[in-house]
């Protein structure tokens, strides 16, 4: 069967060995004759792939017994909502500003009339950095940081040294890196770009800071209401915390977040050599030092006719998802867990091959 080698930035590329499992025991989850998507919520057999999503999230990132770990619904979206409105509690909420993600979430916190502030942005740049970090409150409620600019292509290599709690949008490089967890306080993301499918959203949290929550704040709303539920207050999105299950035991058969980590340095690396070899006709958006493993984007600032051009070609050489974010144009190629160094290996003779004839 011919597979598409997928550079889409979300929903994305997932790993044929998870879709393949997935296939086999699409009609009969196990041999019990019926599909995990066909099995109540509250049954042992759906409750044991449940409790062992929620335990392999917690060993690969190293989170301890005084975390929770949350499989919920209404996207990454929801969450620039529910955080300040269950962790504010009238001290500054400080943001940074690294685009378009963090300013809907400083606009979910403007609506609700928080005390917010917005301690450090890159928007003088179009967004092509993680800007200095300033000295920090350390009597904030929280800070609120984006690990990845999923259209910008830039990553924190490591993430601040706040003194409060820190709360990170890890949408488009979950599952891709370890991370350090000391001072993080909420952890989250929609699983679609690199956990599985869309539906998810996984939010890991302290469970001592779901406690601030005022009582003003509906139930359904409450982290505290999910921690209790086991994250099962409505019905979750069972057939996507199943195909997320898949996708971390293949995380731990590629080697952990270590492993996988390895492979994406390897990849970005090679693209962002080529795009810096090649300097004369392809443009890199990010600056070096705030570069992403998982989202390139890069231009071709000669001739923007030609970036289409780019798009429309790689596609009919079986190349998916190459197109930039209308946002910022251009071309951007997503790196994710499920695209090899041979995917990105053939992505780079084409882009070769591309300057040497449109050059
Ligand atoms: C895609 C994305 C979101 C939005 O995710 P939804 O699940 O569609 O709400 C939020 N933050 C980042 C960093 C993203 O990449």
Redesign the pocket.
């Known amino acids: 069967m011919d597979r598409i080698i997928n550079f889409s930035?979300?929903p994305s590329g997932i790993p044929l060995p998870v879709l393949e499992k997935a296939k086999d025991e699409f009609l009969s989850y196990k041999g019990l004759g019926y599909s995990i998507m066909e099995v109540s919520h509250r049954t042992k057999v759906f409750e044991e792939v449940l409790f062992n999503a929620i335990a392999k999230v917690k060993n690969l990132y190293g989170f301890s017994d005084d975390y929770a770990v949350l499989f919920l619904q209404?996207?990454?979206?929801?969450q620039f909502a529910q955080i300040p409105m269950n962790l504010s509690r009238g001290n500054v909420c400080e943001y940074i500003n690294t685009g378009n993600?963090t300013q809907?979430a400083i606009q979910e916190a403007e609506i609700l009339g928080i005390n917010y502030k917005v301690v450090a942005s890159s928007q003088d740049t179009k967004f092509d950095r993680i800007p200095d970090i300033p000295e920090l409150d350390s009597n904030a409620d929280y800070t609120y940081i984006?690990?990845?600019?999923?259209?910008y292509g830039t990553q924190y290599l490591e993430f601040p040294k706040t003194k409060s709690t820190l709360v990170v949008?890890?949408?488009?490089d979950l599952f891709s890196r370890e991370i350090d967890v000391k001072n993080v306080g909420l952890f989250y993301?929609?699983i679609?770009?690199n956990g599985g499918p869309?539906g998810v959203?996984l939010v890991v949290i302290k469970k001592d800071l779901a406690q601030r929550v005022s009582d003003k704040i509906p139930n359904i709303l409450r982290y505290t209401t999910q921690i209790k539920a086991d994250s099962m207050s409505n019905t979750p999105n069972t057939f996507g915390i199943y195909m997320l299950d898949l996708m971390l035991d293949w995380v731990y058969e590629n080697g952990g977040l270590k492993g996988v980590d390895e492979k994406n340095t390897q990849k970005s690396n090679l693209l962002y050599s080529a795009i810096d070899d090649m300097s004369d006709f392809y443009k890199g958006h990010a600056q070096k030092n705030s570069r992403s493993k998982m989202n390139v984007s890069f231009n071709i600032p000669k001739n923007q006719d030609l970036e289409k051009i780019f798009v429309d070609q790689a596609l009919k050489e079986n190349m998916l998802g190459l197109k930039g974010h209308r946002i910022l144009g251009g071309i951007r190629a997503s790196l994710y867990n499920a695209v090899s160094l041979k995917d990105v290996e053939i992505l780079v003779d084409f882009m070769r091959e591309f300057a040497r004839k449109n050059g």
């Open positions: 930035a979300g209404g996207g990454a979206s929801l993600w809907k984006c690990s990845n600019n999923t259209i949008d890890s949408s488009s993301g929609g679609q770009k869309a959203t």
